[in-house]
């Protein structure tokens, strides 16, 4: 992204009612199943990644906090997580190299990306 593309408005922006977010949101894929129910629910955030079949976030601007919210809560393996953006970078640089487990794990067995401590912050 250029910093012509960063200049342009988005709708966010507090003078146009929106509000900045301090914290973006993270699919931990190797938790993920696969539902697809955040894909339907905030669509302009997520999408199902090809390869491995895992939902993913691709726009953190797409859709308001309150459609992302109702996405994690509807997340039947709580695998939707908001991060604090530095945290968010350095979550997306380890995924380029993570290892994605097989569907056929149960979910409560597979090794998570999130920290405990991050997992339990839920705003």
Known sequence: MN?????????????LGGIWR????FVDENICIGCKHCTH???????????YGRA????????????IEEARDTCPVNCIHWLDYTELKQMEDARRNQ????????????????????RSNKS
């Open 56 to 67: 993913r976030v691709f726009n953190q601007d797409g859709d308001i906090e309150e459609l």
């Open 99 to 118: 290892v994605i487990q097989s569907l056929a794990i149960p979910p409560a067995m597979r090794r998570s990306q999130i920290s405990p401590k991050s």
């Open 22 to 25: 301090q914290k973006g949101v």
């Open 3 to 15: 910093s012509a593309d960063s200049s342009q408005p988005n709708g966010f922006e507090p003078e």
């Open 41 to 51: 629910v905030a669509t302009n955030t997520f999408y199902i990644e090809p390869e």
